[in-house]
């Protein structure tokens, strides 16, 4: 890890309306942007290719499947991505060419499931991990999937050690501890919640991880849903429907960019690594201010697949 200091940057956009091709071109021209600008970190919003369907209610009152709510998932899960398709590898190829770390969140399609992923991309090594959203909030459980311990990454990067940690993700005190555990020192959290409150959760993380703390919520009007795509929230093209909120928080709780509710835009601020040091020389949530003959966190990292075979040796 280096400790010298960089640029990093939150970028606060809408996905393409036109979908996932249209939307991880709109974010490789948005990476060579902050590249350009001297960043060296970039951080998108949950679902930024794949769609956030806010305000979508796919057909499903309790007991009830319509067929329209049919018809709508089977929209969605065509806008979904593969991780080895060429939308991805598009937004690869755009972080090797800045030289840049991406965080980007993805609707990801594994066979027929769909789930919320963060995609942790290493443009300079070539590198990815992914986290699937373990807890899909409310109605999003009817659309996305599970994830499971498998999938939990901290990845070592020459600027520090990057976690993703999706939307109310964040509310889930274990969750925190175990990114905690991993030594991350780049937290950084695509979400949905445009919220007043997301400001203090985000502050209160960068405090209690001493961690530089990078959230990314879209911009988004409803004339930026893909076209037939129901929102209970209207159809005047210009409500918006997610007003960004976009942050970099420092490891003592300083608000280093944001939070911004213009429009679509990229913040920017300066990180020194030599700040997490200095944070955590008196508090260290997995070191000296914690108590383990009281208080351990097991975390289970194995994947959980719904069919395990096993073969007769003999």
């Not at 991309?121 to 599970?146: N, Q, S």
């Not at 942050?247 to 509710?261: K, N, R, S, T």
């Amino acid at each position: 890890m280096s400790h010298s200091p960089f640029r990093a940057a939150v970028v606060q956009a809408a996905s393409d309306p036109a979908g996932s091709g249209a939307s991880a071109a709109k974010a490789a021209r948005l990476i060579a942007e902050a590249g350009a600008a001297g960043a060296r970190l970039a951080v998108f919003p949950e679902a930024f290719i794949g769609g956030y369907p806010k305000g979508a209610r796919f057909g499903a009152p309790i007991g009830l499947r319509l067929p329209e709510g049919r018809e709508a998932y089977a929209r969605y899960y065509a806008a979904s991505v593969a991780l080895e398709g060429p939308e991805i590898a598009l937004v690869r190829e755009a972080a090797g060419a800045a030289g840049m770390v991406v965080v980007i969140g993805v609707i990801e399609r594994v066979g027929s499931t769909l789930y919320c992923t963060a995609l942790i991309i290493d443009g300079e090594r070539g590198t990815m991990a992914h986290h699937r959203k373990l807890m899909p909030t409310a109605a999003e459980r009817l659309v996305w999937g599970f994830g499971d311990g498998s999938t939990l990454p901290a990845v070592e990067t020459a600027l520090g050690t990057v976690g993703a940690v999706i939307c109310w993700e964040n509310y889930m005190p274990m969750l925190r501890m175990a990114m905690y555990g991993q030594g991350v020192t780049l937290y950084c959290a695509p979400t949905a919640d445009d919220r007043d409150g997301w400001v203090s959760t985000m502050r209160h993380i960068a405090l209690e991880g001493r961690c530089h703390v990078l959230s990314s919520c879209q911009y988004l009007k409803r004339r930026d849903l893909p076209e037939g795509q129901e929102c209970v929230l209207g159809e005047d093209p210009d409500t918006v429907l997610m007003r960004g909120g976009s942050l970099i928080v420092g490891p003592l709780g300083e608000m280093l960019a944001g939070p911004d509710y213009s429009g679509e835009t990229v913040l920017y601020a300066d990180i020194d690594p030599a700040e997490i040091a200095r944070a955590r020389y008196d508090f260290d949530a997995v070191g000296h201010y914690s108590r383990p003959d009281v208080f351990r966190l097991t975390v289970d990292r194995r994947a959980k697949a719904a069919v395990a075979w096993m073969d007769d040796d003999g």
